[in-house]
């Protein structure tokens, strides 16, 4: 299985220097991503799943910085490649599709010259083959009239035709792992599942892995492999897909899945989880989940759980301690 890892982050922190202090938004983070996997990346705003991704790509940009770890990209540390190394990467091996794809689209060039000018760029293709290239792949990503699409601006097009836009330009180059940050946030919930259905297909069909970063849970639970969930810049749990939603183990997890609203049960109370994510630029003890968690004991308050490991799961949480054993 090894052989078979094309992502493998490896103790990655991430830190922000403040005017208050350093804030540590990725701590200590290590998971790996499979050749054709999808990986769900799970959490409240805040809890560092884009900046996890952004340092995948090496886009923290100050006063962000990468402080120390690994990012093992084929084999390769992506941290020690050059500027110029890192703009071939992300273009031709890792794409990126952001939550909003009115800022991420430039309003005034049309669409198929933003797409054209990835071919161009990265593989080199003349203006003719660039907007063959460009109509195959609207049509790839199901946009009608690829044709008459090709020549509007964004402005012109839908939300979800945007989105679906954004898709085609991040697949122009083949990338082996695709990341997607919160690509439905702005959608309704019809075309968010056309949307995920469509990142489903395009796996399938070019091979690739995908990386999905989203804060709801029910949003993953069609589409992700394996599911990382992550508070306070720190993983909490890491588990296949099925296994998490039929039994979560760690108390968030648990409080994740219940605030979901269940389709066919009428008026329901959802429920929320108290309390709010601790402030990362002050000092804590114990687990940080400790304050808003309905089984923490003293010791939960005293000392933070390590992650610990049984079979392909993972949980940080004292509850498991004597049954699992320390794995970090």
Known sequence: MENNILLDVQDLVTQFKLDDGILTAVDHVSFSIHRGETLGVVGESGCGKSVTAFSILNLVSPPGKIASGKIMFEGENLLEKSKHDMKKIRGERISMIFQEPMTSLNPVFTIGNQIDETLRVHKGLSRQDAREKTIELLKLVNIPLPEQRYREYPHQLSGGMRQRVMIAMALACDPQLLICDEPT?????????????????LKRQLGMAVMLI??????????????????????????????LFEKPLHPYTEALLKSVPHVGKGTEKLYMIEGMVPNLLQKHEGCLFAPRCQYATDLCRQREPALLQAGDRKVRCHRYTQEWGNSE
């Open 214 to 243: 989203t804060h709801d849970l029910a949003v993953i639970s069609e589409v992700a492999d394996r599911i990382l969930v992550m508070y306070a810049g720190r993983i909490v749990e890491e588990s296949p897909e099925q296994a």
């Open 185 to 201: 946030t702005a959608l309704d919930v019809t075309v968010q599942a056309q949307i995920l259905q469509l990142i489903n297909r």
